[in-house]
């Protein structure tokens, strides 16, 4: 996806930045995760273990996950909040957790970046705030940036991305392929509206109440040693997609990502959904996140192979929660089989743009979802060629 400007951090998992103000070092061994549950690839079915897998989507709750890829890892959203604490997410609106997360903070591993969708106490909560170390990189919206970056103690590694920019993460020796090349990990803003567009979104933009929110593009390959001098991992060189919606609406802007991706395909969306509404849930006026039919929306635009769902039932301000989610894939389906079957082709079944994601158009939407409890994990291995395993 072409950018309009492009920032350069390099990674060396050997001296990684601790995330924790208490961490002073590096921890030899390094603390290890075991998910719960391991999940695949729907289709085809792996030929080989989880053992064998070198990359992975662990999901804590809420929006907050560890994507790890080839020695490279990053946080998204920390919010590790328990049931029963609240947060504040706008003037005189506050909410309610109702689920735990997976693990606590000082259960993480080491980490390379957070990658921050905005800044909101429910994807970086005070606890978080207070606990980091305030040189740890933190990759976010301009915002975020500015917030972050004002505080009395303030945080000195912040990087502000607008839309379409875009900051490559560049392994070290230590993570080189068998082919001598550094694995390389492309993070690009991507648009979001938080806020329904019209009069709400006049009004908030003039309060500031709601802020402002990226999604995200990470997408996954291998350079030369040092960083080119040409545009960074051209579409032909990118070997694995995933698609963070972040906490927005289906709005128009979302289909420019389409658009600039042209026939790439994305591999795995993460979609936050729970239909958030604020004030709150005695009063829900107006929604601020996706709810099932917007996400349904949402997959049959971006035509991912695989697509998670997360931010769906963890405060009490989130009204549509999984099942809504799920009954409308399957609605989607029916869908489908309706106008096939008008068309005459009985047992078939596509989505728009079929065959831009590698032969899954012909899947019911339904068995591309997978569906992943707290402190389970989804796995791939992708190679130098591209080839997922």
Same mark, same amino acid.
């Given at each position: 996806?072409?950018?309009?400007?492009?920032?350069?951090?390099?990674?060396?998992?050997?001296?990684?930045?601790?995330?924790?103000?208490?961490?002073?070092?590096?921890?030899?061994?390094?603390?290890?995760?075991?998910?719960?549950?391991?999940?695949?690839?729907?289709?085809?079915?792996?030929?080989?273990?989880?053992?064998?897998?070198?990359?992975?989507?662990?999901?804590?709750?809420?929006?907050?996950?560890?994507?790890?890829?080839?020695?490279?890892?990053?946080?998204?959203?920390?919010?590790?909040?328990?049931?029963?604490?609240?947060?504040?997410?706008?003037?005189?609106?506050?909410?309610?957790?109702?689920?735990?997360?997976?693990?606590?903070?000082?259960?993480?591993?080491?980490?390379?970046?957070?990658?921050?969708?905005?800044?909101?106490?429910?994807?970086?909560?005070?606890?978080?705030?207070?606990?980091?170390?305030?040189?740890?990189?933190?990759?976010?919206?301009?915002?975020?940036?500015?917030?972050?970056?004002?505080?009395?103690?303030?945080?000195?590694?912040?990087?502000?991305?607008?839309?379409?920019?875009?900051?490559?993460?560049?392994?070290?020796?230590?993570?080189?392929?068998?082919?001598?090349?550094?694995?390389?990990?492309? @993070? =690009?803003?991507?648009?979001?509206?938080?806020?329904?567009?019209?009069? !709400? #979104?006049?009004?908030? %933009? $003039? /309060? &500031?109440? +709601?802020?402002?929110?990226?999604?995200?593009?990470?997408?996954?390959?291998?350079?030369?040693?040092?960083?080119?001098?040409?545009?960074?991992?051209?579409?032909?060189?990118?070997?694995?997609?995933?698609?963070?919606?972040?906490?927005?609406?289906?709005?128009?802007?979302?289909?420019?990502?389409?658009?600039?991706?042209?026939?790439?395909?994305?591999?795995?969306?993460?979609?936050?959904?729970?239909?958030?509404?604020?004030?709150?849930?005695?009063?829900?006026?107006?929604?601020?996140?996706?709810?099932?039919?917007?996400?349904?929306?949402?997959?049959?635009?971006?035509?991912?192979? @695989? =697509?998670?769902?997360?931010?769906?039932?963890?405060?009490?301000?989130? !009204? #549509?929660?999984?099942? %809504? $989610? /799920? &009954?409308? +894939?399957?609605?989607?389906?029916?869908?489908?089989?309706?106008?096939?079957?008008?068309?005459?082709?009985?047992?078939?079944?596509?989505?728009?743009?079929?065959?831009?994601?590698?032969?899954?158009?012909?899947?019911?939407?339904?068995?591309?979802?997978?569906?992943?409890?707290?402190?389970?994990?989804?796995?791939?291995?992708?190679?130098?060629?591209?080839?997922?395993?």
């Amino acid at each position: 996806m072409a950018a309009t400007k492009t920032t350069y951090l390099e990674l060396n998992p050997l001296k990684r930045t601790p995330l924790l103000k208490v961490q002073t070092h590096h921890p030899d061994p390094e603390p290890t995760i075991n998910a719960k549950a391991t999940h695949h690839h729907p289709f085809p079915l792996p030929k080989e273990t989880s053992s064998s897998e070198n990359g992975r989507v662990y999901w804590i709750g809420n929006a907050t996950t560890i994507i790890e890829w080839h020695g490279i890892r990053i946080l998204t959203d920390p919010n590790f909040l328990h049931a029963g604490d609240h947060v504040h997410l706008g003037p005189g609106v506050t909410a309610q957790r109702l689920k735990d997360p997976a693990i606590d903070m000082h259960e993480l591993p080491p980490l390379d970046c957070i990658l921050l969708s905005h800044y909101h106490e429910d994807h970086f909560d005070k606890q978080v705030e207070e606990s980091i170390n305030r040189s740890f990189p933190i990759i976010s919206t301009p915002h975020a940036k500015a917030a972050l970056e004002s505080k009395p103690e303030k945080f000195t590694s912040v990087y502000g991305l607008d839309f379409f920019e875009d900051l490559m993460l560049v392994g070290n020796s230590s993570t080189e392929s068998k082919s001598g090349k550094k694995p390389v990990v492309k @993070v =690009t803003a991507t648009p979001g509206k938080h806020v329904p567009p019209g009069p !709400l #979104s006049a009004i908030n %933009d $003039f /309060l &500031g109440a +709601v802020p402002p929110t990226n999604g995200w593009l990470i997408e996954m390959g291998f350079t030369i040693p040092s960083p080119p001098a040409q545009p960074p991992l051209p579409a032909e060189e990118v070997k694995y997609r995933i698609y963070i919606s972040g906490d927005t609406l289906f709005v128009d802007e979302l289909k420019e990502i389409k658009q600039r991706l042209r026939n790439e395909k994305i591999n795995l969306m993460l979609v936050h959904l729970g239909g958030t509404t604020i004030p709150g849930p005695k009063a829900p006026l107006f929604m601020v996140t996706m709810d099932g039919k917007q996400g349904v929306k949402l997959m049959r635009l971006m035509d991912p192979e @695989v =697509t998670i769902p997360v931010h769906f039932d963890d405060y009490d301000v989130m !009204l #549509s929660g999984l099942d %809504d $989610f /799920l &009954g409308e +894939v399957e609605g989607m389906d029916d869908e489908d089989e309706r106008v096939n079957a008008d068309e005459g082709k009985e047992g078939e079944w596509k989505a728009e743009g079929e065959g831009a994601a590698g032969g899954m158009g012909k899947m019911k939407w339904k068995d591309r979802v997978v569906v992943l409890g707290r402190g389970e994990e989804y796995v791939f291995r992708v190679d130098e060629s591209g080839k997922e395993e």
